[in-house]
């Protein structure tokens, strides 16, 4: 098996200003981490169910019962398992009530692996807001600065974000 790891960039669907993540992430990461990860630097609290769609097949969390015959349970499955190629994507559906989409493209193949498992490299936007009532909830609060929920899309802080994802995710 070859070492590496990738360089993607996740974008939000749907909403009339960009939200997205550059992100290294190492090919021995299981699935469940990947998305959670992904989830987290989009400022979700993963208190929602989710999916991944990649090459017609949903990948859902291991809680989760397989109602399809395209559905697989993300077990143990690593990233590696799914043989990516630069270019290709996939999406992430997070939250079935507020249907947030995160698109990610595999940017780049790296051969070896990266000293974390996973980083933000770069981004735009704050993220989502969960419960605010998905993308239209979301482009309401972006229009109303003085929002209630505190919710300001400008606040990008990625020295908190590769904080957070060290805490769960890049432990030693």
Do not use: P
């Amino acid at each position: 098996m070859k070492v590496e790891h990738y360089k993607i960039r996740v974008t939000l669907q749907g909403l009339k200003r960009e939200i997205n993540r550059t992100m290294l992430i190492n090919d021995n990461v299981e699935l469940e981490t990947f998305c959670r990860a992904i989830i987290t630097a989009m400022n979700g609290d993963l208190s929602h169910l989710y999916n991944l769609k990649y090459k017609n097949k949903y990948y859902i969390m291991n809680e989760m019962e397989l109602n399809q015959y395209n559905e697989v349970n993300m077990g143990s499955l690593r990233i590696s398992e799914l043989d990516l190629s630069e270019k290709d994507k996939m999406i992430i559906n997070y939250d079935y009530g507020d249907n947030w989409n995160f698109e990610i493209t595999i940017q780049k193949i790296i051969k070896g692996h990266n000293a974390k498992n996973i980083v933000v490299l770069m981004g735009k936007g704050k993220g989502i807001e969960d419960d605010c009532g998905g993308i239209y909830g979301l482009w309401d609060l972006i229009q109303n600065k003085d929002n209630d929920w505190g919710y300001d899309i400008d606040d990008f802080n990625i020295d908190e974000i590769n904080e957070e994802l060290d805490k769960y995710y890049n432990k030693k």
